[in-house]
């Protein structure tokens, strides 16, 4: 340190020596050496305005001054007029913190100046402060040049910048791609996790397992279940996840197989054979058990069994209705044994019932050509033809009012109808039969104080008919058949009455009793007997009672006898029909009726019936040539028309309803029956519906049809007239 202050406190003296005091010829030397060196030296104060106390020539070369004075002028001879005024508080500031660190008190610092013809350097400063007691503070430095250097730097620092541009936009771009591929992933990713939810949305748990790793990641869990994986669905171990479950949850008969699906040795196996597989298993729930699945895929590529997806879901409603679905077919199945027994029974009945009736046609029909002429044993074959014929036709007549009624199509009409007129029907019908049978037969009366009523008369009658027909069917000749009409108790507009039917007849068992309502149901010992029937009687009294409100009972004790009794409640007439009047006799002969029908055979029978009654009689094929032969008629040609209801041409309907609209009011109002083999009360509907005044079944009832054509006929008589004959002509088995 002294021996650099000697040299500096030389220096200074040599720059301050007077020209008449000429320094040391050592002292000279330094200076030489100084100004020798090829790089700036400098000394200046550390503290006020850093004066520069020393500069050597190549100093003043940097700053391209010729000489001191003009190197003074530039800087103001101090250290801050050297730097340039853009660096100096940095270069200040950096001098200061590296003296203070620096041991050596040695500093470096890069700076700008400013030549005297204004050009810019960059110089490298490397500076030593030093302290003195005899020139006070100061710094010594070594300046050099360092604008080529820093250009250099500058280049290359410019070169790395570019390059690290380059990088960072090649980075950019890269992330950009990335960023893009990573989009598109999250995005497919999300759909694929929408389609799962959506596939998965039955499946109240969902989990991946790994087999290998013991691990059992849950994705969406259940109440029952989230008690074991929280809120946060936290990963388990696979082995021993379900025991609580199982404990908790499942039904104690279904747990070993639930322990079974979910074991990973019994999964390895079962999904080695196939993709996946499931397990129906019961839980109980507040008390009632639900039907859930485990479903078990394998997901994993490797041949090994791994990865696999566990979900649970609640198969219940679906096991719930199959269950019912299974309950009603069983339903459905016995209901089909039954009727199929039924119907079997049914089958072996009619085919015996019809057969008998129909042998007898076939076997008396041959008997009969083969005696052509023994007049008396040809009639006797013809009575047993015909009573077969309507045992046969009686047994169709069932079985088409059993299936209408249970078509559910059949309704009630109710009108006026007098109670008395139904007893007349009913004996009109049943004494014939009963005294061919030796039975005796009576109608009688309790308490009958509202004979006039509203009701459908028709039913009634059927009613009363088909029981008063077994009472007389089931019992011995000699025996007794009574009916009973007898009123119970009116109150306003109503009055309740019970029909009974007695006879003393064979009687009902009473196991049989209890079947004796069902369809086809007949008594053993009647089958057996050989009375022809087809056990449908008694099943369409019960569909009509019940149609009409009522109520049917039976009693019955074998050998002794049956009452079946019939409670109905009927609305009361308002007492306003005219009390009716004597129908005048008919003039039968002489009139002319046109049979219209298709059928050669049935028309060449009911020309020969109605020609044997005295009638003349006209023909027509069908609907349109019968309308045709009435509107060539004169009036009064015709005094009625038989229709049939299903022809060619124009059905019964359509020329009923075209002889309606004729313009002469004799033609378009000649009386028309419809003959039809359907009888239903549709049919009986559609043909008054169509104009015609009465509806007949098929084959034809010879007195029965007599006696509506009288009917009608007198009613027209009396019309002409001037006598009224109130109501609608009526005849059993026909309506208007
Ligand atoms: P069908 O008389 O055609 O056989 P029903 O339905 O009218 O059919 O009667 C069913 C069965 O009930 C009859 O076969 C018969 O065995 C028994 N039955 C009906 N009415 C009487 C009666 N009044 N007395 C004895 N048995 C009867």
Redesign the pocket.
């Given at each position: 340190m002294s021996k650099h202050l000697s040299l500096i406190e030389a220096l200074l003296s040599a720059q301050d020596a007077a020209p008449s005091h000429p320094p040391e010829s050592s002292v000279i030397q330094i200076c030489d050496f100084a100004d020798e060196m090829p790089g700036g030296f400098f000394i200046y104060r550390a503290d006020g305005a850093e004066e520069i106390i020393y500069v050597n020539k190549a100093l003043l070369r940097i700053f391209d001054c010729a000489d001191l004075q003009e190197f003074q002028e530039l800087t103001g001879n101090s250290f801050r007029g050297m730097v340039h005024p853009e660096d100096l508080r940095a270069v200040e500031e950096s001098i200061r913190l590296q003296i203070a660190k620096s041991q050596y008190d040695l500093d470096y610092v890069e700076y700008r100046i400013i030549q005297k013809g204004g050009s810019v350097l960059w110089v490298e400063d490397y500076g030593h402060f030093v302290h003195s007691e005899a020139v006070g503070d100061i710094f010594y430095v070594f300046l050099a040049d360092a604008t080529e250097k820093h250009h250099f730097q500058e280049k290359e620092r410019s070169a790395l910048l570019d390059e690290n541009i380059l990088k960072e936009e090649l980075l950019r771009v890269q992330a950009e791609e990335y960023n893009e591929v990573l989009e598109h992933i999250n995005d497919e990713l999300g759909r694929r996790l929408e389609l799962i939810g959506g596939l998965s949305i039955d499946y109240e748990s969902i989990f991946h397992v790994d087999l290998d790793e013991d691990i059992i990641q849950p994705y969406r869990v259940s109440d029952r279940e989230e008690y074991q994986f929280g809120k946060d669905l936290q990963v388990r171990h696979f082995v021993g996840f379900a025991e609580r479950y199982i404990e908790t949850w499942i039904y104690p008969e279904d747990r070993e197989l639930f322990a079974r699906a979910v074991d990973p040795n019994y999964i390895r196996q079962t999904l080695s054979t196939r993709k996946s597989f499931r397990t129906d298993y019961r839980i109980v729930k507040n008390g009632r058990t639900e039907y859930l699945q485990i479903f078990i895929v394998n997901v994993g590529k490797t041949e090994k069994v791994t990865q696999i997806m566990v979900g649970c879901r609640s198969v219940d409603e679906g096991i719930r209705q199959e269950m019912e679905r299974s309950r009603i077919l069983e339903n459905a199945l016995s209901q089909a044994k039954a009727a199929n027994i039924v119907r079997n029974t049914f089958l072996s009945n009619m085919s015996h019932d019809m057969r008998t009736p129909m042998n007898a046609i076939v076997g008396f029909t041959s008997l009969a050509k083969s005696h052509l002429d023994e007049p008396e044993r040809l009639k006797n074959y013809l009575n047993l033809i015909s009573e077969a014929s309507s045992q046969l036709l009686h047994l169709m007549d069932?079985v088409l009012e059993i299936s209408w009624c249970e078509s559910g199509d059949a309704g009630m009409e109710e009108a006026p109808c007098s109670l008395m007129d139904v007893a007349k029907s009913v004996q009109r019908e049943i004494l014939p039969i009963a005294e061919k049978k030796n039975i005796q037969f009576s109608i009688s009366f309790q308490h009958l104080e509202h004979g006039d009523v509203c009701t459908e008369r028709r039913k009634l009658e059927q009613i009363l008919v088909?029981l008063a027909e077994?009472?007389v069917?089931?019992?011995e000749p000699n025996g007794h058949v009574t009916v009973t009409f007898a009123e119970q108790n009116a109150s306003g507009q109503f009055a309740s009455y019970q029909f009974r039917v007695e006879?003393d007849?064979?009687?009902?068992s009473e196991d049989?009793i209890k079947h004796?309502f069902e369809p086809f149901?007949?008594?053993k010992n009647?089958t057996l007997s050989g009375?022809p029937?087809?056990?449908?009687?008694?099943?369409i009294v019960k569909s009509i009672v019940d149609m009409m409100g009522g109520s049917i009972d039976v009693s019955?004790r074998v050998g002794v006898g049956?009452t079946?009794c019939v409670n109905l409640s009927l609305r009361l007439q308002e007492d306003m029909r005219p009390a009716p009047v004597e129908m005048p006799p008919a003039v039968l002969s002489q009139q002319r009726i046109l049979v219209v029908e298709d059928n050669e055979l049935n028309m060449e029978i009911e020309v020969e019936l109605l020609e044997d009654a005295g009638f003349l009689v006209d023909t027509a094929e069908n609907g349109k040539i019968a309308v045709e032969k009435v509107m060539a008629s004169q009036p009064g040609d015709y005094a009625l028309i038989l229709m049939d209801i299903q022809m060619p041409v124009l059905d019964g309907h359509g020329a009923a309803r075209a002889i309606r609209s004729l313009e002469d009011p004799v033609l378009s109002s000649i009386p028309i029956v419809a003959l039809s083999a359907n009888t239903f009360d549709e049919d009986r509907k559609m043909s008054a519906e169509s104009g015609m005044n009465a509806h007949m079944a098929k084959p034809i009832d010879v007195p029965k049809i007599l006696e509506l054509i009288e009917q009608i006929l007198s009613q027209r008589q009396s019309e002409r007239e001037g006598t009224s004959w109130p109501g609608c002509p009526e005849s059993p088995g026909a309506t208007s």
């Open positions: 069932d088909r077994n009472a069917k089931y019992t006879d007849g064979i009687g009902i049989f004796i149901e007949r008594q009647t009375v029937g087809t056990g449908l009687g008694l099943p019955s049956s079946f």
